[in-house]
C-alpha cells in the first residue's frame, strides 16, 4: 500500500482530489482527523484520532474509530487497499503533499499554495518511487491471491525486528537507521526473489525490508513464502532472509543511548 498525507490549508479538499484521481490505480481508503483532534493542534501520528472512510464496491462505508491511532489504522488499510490519503496528520512519517507554508514531519513529495494548484498526477507519479506500506499481514494478504494459491498447503513466514539489547548489561538501543544503494538494492532483492521462486513446490516469493528510522520493538524485514508443503516452504524463508542480509546492500545505523555508529564500520 502506498499512503499519502496531505497537510496545510484546504487539506481536505485537496485529499478528495488526490483519492479520487488514486481510485484509477486501484483501491483507495481515506483517513481524517476526528471531531476531537479538529480544533488544528498539533496532534502527532501517535497519539490522533482517526475517521476512516474506505471504499467497497460500488458503495462507501464510513467507519468512525475513537479508539485507535494512525499507525493502527494503517496496518489494517494495508492488507486491502492499494492507497490510503492521509488528511491533516503533518506528524505522520510518510510521503506527504504540503499545501501553503505546511512543513510536515514526512518526505515532501509535492508542494502547492493550494487545493487547486495541487497536480495530483504529479503526486501520484511521485508516489511510484516512495517505500510502500507494507506489514507481515499485507504480504500475506497478497500471497494469498497467487494464480497458484489453489496448489498451495502452506505459508511460512519469518520476521525480523529491532532487538533492545543482547544482555542485561548492553547500552538500549533506541533505533536502527537503514539506508539502501538505490536502485542496486531493489534489483537484487528482485533477483533473490525470482531464483527462489524457480525452486520446485515453490509459488510466491515476498520481501521487504524497511528504511529510515525503525524504532526498537518494530518490525524491520518480511519474509513470506507461498509453496506446496511445509518443508520446501520453511527452506525457502530461511534461505530468503539469509540471501537478503548477506547479498542485498543496506547499511545500517545503530543508536543507543550511549552511542551511535554505522554497523558496517566496526565489522
Do not use: N
Not at 519474509?223 to 547479498?247: Q, W, Y
Request: some cysteine; glycine content about 8%; aromatic content about 4%.
Amino acid at each position: 500500500m502506498q499512503p499519502v498525507g496531505v497537510s496545510g490549508p484546504e487539506a481536505e479538499r485537496a485529499g478528495d482530489r488526490l483519492a479520487a484521481r488514486l481510485a484509477d490505480e486501484g483501491r483507495v481508503a481515506t483517513v481524517e482527523r476526528g471531531a476531537s483532534g479538529s480544533d488544528g493542534a498539533d496532534a502527532t501520528a501517535s497519539d490522533a484520532v482517526a475517521t476512516t472512510a474506505v471504499e467497497l464496491g460500488d458503495e462507501e462505508r464510513v467507519v468512525r474509530d475513537d479508539a485507535r491511532d494512525l499507525p493502527s489504522v494503517l496496518d489494517d488499510l494495508a492488507t486491502d487497499h492499494d492507497y490510503v490519503v492521509v488528511v491533516d496528520f503533518p506528524g505522520a512519517q510518510i510521503p506527504q503533499v504540503a499545501l501553503g507554508d505546511a512543513d510536515p514531519a514526512g518526505d515532501t513529495v509535492a508542494t502547492a499554495a493550494d487545493a487547486d494548484a495541487l497536480d495530483v498526477d504529479d503526486v501520484c507519479a511521485a508516489l511510484d518511487a516512495t517505500e510502500p506500506y507494507e506489514t507481515l499481514e499485507s504480504l500475506v494478504a497478497r500471497a494469498k491471491q497467487s494464480e497458484s494459491a489453489d496448489r498451495s498447503g502452506a505459508i511460512a513466514t519469518f520476521t525480523g525486528r529491532v532487538r533492545a539489547k543482547d544482555s542485561d548489561g548492553d547500552a538500549p538501543t533506541e533505533y536502527l537507521e537503514f539506508q539502501k544503494y538505490e536502485g542496486v538494492a531493489d534489483e537484487r532483492m528482485a533477483t533473490i526473489r525470482e531464483e527462489l521462486e524457480a525452486r520446485d513446490g515453490v509459488f510466491e516469493v515476498l520481501l521487504h525490508h524497511r528504511t529510515g528510522v525503525v524504532e526498537a520493538g518494530e518490525d524491520i524485514v518480511f519474509v513470506v513464502v507461498l509453496a506446496g508443503h511445509r518443508r520446501e516452504a520453511f527452506r525457502t524463508v530461511e534461505d530468503g532472509i539469509d540471501r537478503l542480509k548477506d547479498e542485498v546492500p543496506l547499511f545500517k545505523k545503530e543508536v543507543t543511548t550511549d552511542e551511535q555508529f554505522w554497523v558496517h564500520q566496526r565489522s
